[in-house]
C-alpha cells in the first residue's frame, strides 16, 4: 500500500500551539548557532530556535495560501462561467475585467490599496484573491464554447456563429 505523499505543514500549522508552545522565547546567551542535536536549523541572533519560528509561522502562512487559492478559484468561477455559458456581453466585461487585472502590476497595486484601506492579513488575502482570479476566468469563458471534439449542436448556448469558434 502507498501511503499519499502530502506535506507536513498543514499539520504542523494545526499542532503548532501544542507542539512549539515557545517559539518565540529567547535565549540570549546562545546567539546564532548552526545545527546541533537540539536545533536542528540553528538558531538566530537572538536565540530563537529556527524551526520552531518555520512551523510557528505556519500557523498563518498556510491558512493564508488556501484562503488565496479558494477565493480565486470562487472569484474567476463566479464571474468565468456565466460569461462563457451566456456569451456576448457577459463574456466582454469578464474579459475586460482579466485584461485589466492582468495589466495592473499587483505589487503596486497591493502598496494603493494598502495605504487607502489600511493594513490587515485579511485585506492582503483579498487582494492576492482577487490578483490570481484572471486566469481562472478566462479559462471559464474560453471553455465552455471551444473546440474540444464535440459537435457545437451538442450544447445549447454554443452556436455555428460563435465568435470564439464553436464549429
Do not use: K
Request: aromatic letters at 6%; glycine letters at 14%.
Amino acid at each position: 500500500m502507498r501511503w499519499p505523499s502530502c506535506s507536513p505543514w498543514p499539520a504542523a500549522a494545526v499542532l503548532a500551539p501544542w507542539t512549539v508552545p515557545g517559539a518565540t522565547d529567547q535565549d540570549l546567551v546562545l546567539g546564532i548557532t548552526g545545527p546541533v542535536p537540539g536545533h536542528p536549523l540553528g538558531t538566530d541572533d537572538l536565540g530563537r530556535d529556527v524551526l520552531e519560528l518555520l512551523v510557528a509561522g505556519a500557523r498563518t502562512a498556510v491558512p493564508g495560501a488556501l484562503c488565496v487559492a479558494v477565493g480565486s478559484m470562487l472569484i474567476g468561477n463566479l464571474i468565468g462561467l456565466p460569461a462563457g455559458y451566456f456569451g456576448g456581453w457577459a463574456d466582454a466585461l469578464a474579459m475586460r475585467w482579466a485584461d485589466l487585472m492582468f495589466s495592473l502590476p499587483a505589487l503596486l497595486v497591493a502598496i494603493v490599496v494598502a495605504g487607502v484601506l489600511g493594513g490587515g492579513y485579511g485585506l492582503a488575502v483579498a487582494r492576492c484573491s482577487s490578483c490570481c482570479s484572471p486566469p481562472r476566468t478566462r479559462g471559464w469563458c474560453a471553455g465552455p464554447c471551444s473546440n474540444s471534439g464535440t459537435a457545437p449542436t451538442s450544447r445549447p448556448h454554443c452556436s455555428r456563429t460563435s465568435p470564439r469558434g464553436g464549429s
